[in-house]
C-alpha cells in the first residue's frame, strides 16, 4: 500500500483523542513513512530525506484573488542585469560575466534559434506535437526529484492552461519531436568546452502565468526565451537572503509571501526576459523563475561543473561519500560550505556525513538552518538529532517554531493521500540537477 494512504485518519484520531500537537502528530507520520520507505536518520548515502512538510507545505499557501495591480508577481522590476548586444557580448562576456555574474545577449540570432522559435508558436506547436506525452507538475517537483509527476497529452497540457502544473523537459521531447535537431551553440558558448547537445540536451520550459521554478542552483546554463515573458530573481553564492526561501515554494508564492521580514534581502540581480532575450546564469547562483502568462523557452546546461565552484565540491563530496572515502567527502563539503556559505543543502550535506556523530552533525545542521530558516528537511534532521541526544527542551522548542512557520499544515495532508506515488518523493537528490 502507498505509504501516504491512511495518514489523515490516525493523524485526526491521534489528535483529537488524546489531544496532541497536530503538528507534532504530523512530523511523527511523515517521519515513520519514510522510515517505512528505507529513509533513516543514519542517511546511508547523501541522497537524504525528502521531508513529507516539505511536500506539504508546497500547498500552504492559497493564491489570493487580487487584481494584477496588487499582486507582487506584476509589480516588475527595473532590470538590473546587463544587457549586451553581440558585438559587446564577443569582447566582454569571458572577462567580465562567465562564472561572475549573470548577462542577457539580445538581439542574437541564429538560424536554429529562428526555426525553433517559428515551430514553437502555439498552434504550430499543437498541430505538430499536440499528441507527444510530456510530464509536468509543480515546478518544486522538478528541484527536488528531478522528474514530473505526471505524463499528459501536450495539446491537454497547453489547452488546459492556467493550471498548477508546469512542463520542464528533460530532453525527450525536445528529442522526439526533432526541435533539437541541428541546433547551434550561443556565441562563445562553445569555445567553454563546456556545453555539447550530445551529452546535456536542450530543454524546453513551457507553463502559464505564475509557473516556474523555487530557488536552485546548478552548473553553468543559459535560458533563451522564445514566446512570452519571464520573471527573474538571482542571488551570488553566499548572497542568499537569511529570512529564508521553503523551496518546495514557487517564486510567484515567494514573491508574494516571503519577500519581507526583518534582515530580507532582495534578490542581487531582477529583471524580466523578453522574446528573443539569452540569459545567462553564472554557476551556484541561486535563481528563481516565474511565467508572466504564456511562456515558453529552452534551457541547456553545461556537462561539468568548475573546479574552483561550490557546486563543484558539493558533488565531489557526495561522490566521495558514495565510494566510501568518508573523510575526502568531508573536506570537500566543508570546502563547498566556505565557498557558499548560505546554501543550506550543502550544510546539511555535512551534518548528514556526521552522522555517526550527532553532536557535530546537530552543529552543521544549525548552521545551515540559520542560512535558511525555511528549510524543512533540515528541520527534520535537527529533530531527529534533537530526539537522539535527548534535547527534549530543544526538540519542543523547534517544533513549536515549526508550526508558528507552517500553519495549516495537517490540513495539507489530505492533499497529499490522493496523490499516485509518496515513495517517489521519499528521497531528495543530492544536489539536484534541474533549472
Known amino acids: 500500500m502507498d505509504g501516504a494512504v491512511g495518514w489523515s485518519m490516525p493523524g485526526l484520531f491521534l489528535v483529537e483523542r488524546f489531544r496532541l500537537s497536530p503538528v507534532l502528530v504530523f512530523v511523527a507520520i511523515a517521519f515513520l513513512v519514510a522510515l517505512a520507505d528505507g529513509c533513516s536518520p543514519a542517511v546511508r548515502d547523501l541522497e537524504g530525506c525528502f521531508c513529507a512538510p516539505a511536500v506539504a507545505a508546497a500547498f500552504l499557501v492559497v493564491r489570493p484573488g487580487v487584481s494584477a495591480a496588487k499582486d507582487p508577481l506584476w ?35 541564429s538560424e536554429a534559434g529562428e526555426a525553433l522559435a ?21 515546478g518544486f517537483f522538478f528541484h527536488v526529484r528531478g522528474q514530473a509527476e505526471e505524463s499528459m497529452a501536450l495539446a491537454d497540457f497547453i489547452e488546459s492552461m492556467p493550471n498548477d ?3 520542464f523537459d528533460f530532453g525527450e521531447f525536445m528529442e522526439q519531436s526533432g526541435l533539437s535537431a541541428n541546433w547551434t551553440l550561443p556565441p562563445l558558448l562553445g569555445q567553454l568546452g563546456n556545453y555539447d547537445n550530445s551529452s546535456v540536451p536542450l530543454r524546453l520550459a513551457l507553463g502559464g502565468a505564475g509557473q516556474g521554478m523555487p530557488f536552485h542552483s546548478h552548473e553553468d546554463s543559459y535560458h533563451l526565451q522564445l514566446h512570452g515573458r519571464k520573471r527573474w ?5 553566499g548572497k542568499m537572503t537569511r529570512t529564508g526561501v521553503l523551496h518546495s515554494e514557487d517564486y510567484a508564492t515567494w514573491l508574494r509571501f516571503r519577500r519581507t521580514g526583518k534582515g530580507f534581502v532582495p534578490p542581487q540581480w531582477e529583471c524580466v526576459s523578453e522574446p528573443g532575450d539569452l540569459l545567462y546564469v553564472p554557476e551556484g547562483f541561486q535563481h528563481a523563475t ?16 568548475l573546479q ?22 568531508i573536506k570537500l563539503a566543508k570546502k563547498a560550505t566556505k565557498l557558499d556559505p548560505s546554501n543550506s543543502d550543502m550544510w546539511l550535506t555535512l551534518g548528514q556525513l556526521h552522522q555517526s556523530d550527532t553532536v557535530s552533525m546537530v552543529k552543521f545542521c544549525e548552521r545551515g538552518l540559520k542560512a535558511n530558516p525555511l528549510c524543512a528537511k533540515t528541520r527534520l534532521h535537527l529533530l531527529m538529532a534533537y530526539n537522539t541526544l535527548g534535547l527534549t527542551s530543544k ?4 517544533m513549536e517554531d515549526t508550526k508558528a512557520l507552517g500553519q495549516g499544515m495537517v490540513e495539507t495532508v489530505d492533499f497529499l493521500v490522493p496523490r499516485p506515488s509518496f515513495h517517489a518523493l521519499a528521497r531528495f537528490p543530492v544536489p539536484p540537477k534541474s533549472s
Not at 544587457?83 to 562564472?99: C, N, P, Q, T, Y
Not at 498541430?127 to 507527444?132: E, H, K, L, M, Y
Open 233 to 237: 530573481g538571482i542571488y551570488a553564492p
Open 118 to 138: 517559428r515551430r514553437t508558436e502555439r498552434q504550430r506547436l499543437l498541430a505538430d506535437f499536440g499528441q507527444i506525452e510530456v510530464r509536468v507538475g509543480h
Open 308 to 329: 574552483s565552484s561550490a557546486v563543484f565540491h558539493w558533488r565531489a563530496a557526495v561522490q566521495a561519500q558514495r565510494e566510501g572515502q568518508r573523510k575526502e567527502a
Open 165 to 167: 502544473n508546469y512542463m
Open 75 to 109: 509589480q516588475l522590476p527595473s532590470c538590473n542585469i546587463e544587457i549586451l548586444e553581440e558585438d559587446a557580448w564577443r569582447s566582454r562576456f569571458l572577462d567580465e560575466f562567465h562564472g561572475q555574474r549573470p548577462a542577457i545577449l539580445r538581439g542574437w540570432s
Open 290 to 305: 516565474a511565467s508572466l502568462g504564456y511562456s515558453l523557452a529552452v534551457v541547456q546546461h553545461a556537462r561539468r561543473a
Open 395 to 398: 526538540t519542543q522548542a523547534l
